[in-house]
């Protein structure tokens, strides 16, 4: 009975802490199957895609509901990133069967998020927008300690929401807490392609890497971009899973199982559900830097012990 509770279990702490940052976690369950459950052939990714399904859709509605989905944003996401998803699957199964040659690149894709999300944390040089919202938050709490808790609520302020400006093929702007942000959508599809590749083979879904790319890049703060790239990571998952069950098995070798493991996929979504409900609804107590900060550790730990072998 123990040993069916641990996967809803770790999915739902894993979750807890990756959603604020707009990413499902997926990237840390891939690591768990393969060196916790002894899972590490090719249908593990489609299984990571499954939890996908399933944990997601609690989080986009969190974010729907408090006002923070950024909807061309999350649109964009898409449209770079299904493309890349067929040819990512196809690379998983034909190019990177064997657990040893993934791992390796599993522990490349999760230094580089280590990495990025380090650099946003301590330090990146933020710009005034991303200044004045910090600045914001801070002064939240503070009139909060001074009210004694009785009549402020902690973390953003109930009128933080996303408002678009203005939305063309070579500028995205919005409005976040009375803070204005903007990026060029043309760049942002074609990294979403590139994106879409690495989640394909990865299972990730691709918002693991495209979250800490819009906050480093384009400046973009993170509770404005968690409900778009957790919705494009779950549009992406649907057609992940539908990849790998239908046309990779003709890619794969014989005897290779390329299918997804659905109890285990549905064991994962189920505590995911909770757990990225969880994480979109405590975000807005949360700093940013706090977020990327520990998340960078975990990532950062799970990855040089997959480059080690």
Known sequence: ??????????????????????????FLLLPFQMSVLGFTGPSVS?????????????????????????????????AGTLPGVLAGAIIRVKYLPDPAAFKFFAGLVLLYLAGQLFYQAL??????????????????I???????????????????????ISFTSQKYEFEFWEERFSFNPSALFVFSLVVGVVGGTYGIGGGAIIAPFCAVFFG???????????????????IGVAVYSWIMPYFAGPGMSVAPDWMLGLSFGAGGFLGVYCGARFQKFISEKTIRALLSLLIAAVALQYLKG
């Open 1 to 26: 009975m123990a040993s069916f509770l641990i996967p809803p279990l770790a999915a739902f702490l894993i979750s807890l802490f990756t959603s604020p940052a707009g990413v499902s976690g997926a």
């Open 46 to 78: 489609p299984t990571n895609l499954v939890y996908n399904i399933v944990a997601i859709p609690s989080g986009v509605y969190r974010y729907c509901r408090e006002g923070r989905m950024a909807w061309p944003l999350a649109w964009i996401i898409i």
């Open 123 to 140: 330090l990146a040089k933020k710009d005034k927008n991303l200044a004045a919202l910090e600045e914001k938050f801070k002064q939240r």
């Open 142 to 164: 503070k009139e909060l300690k001074n009210s004694g808790g009785q009549t402020l609520q902690a973390g953003l302020s109930p009128e933080a929401v996303v408002k678009t």
């Open 220 to 238: 973009l703060p993170l509770y404005a971009v968690a409900g778009a790239t957790l919705l494009g990571t779950f549009v992406t998952s649907i």
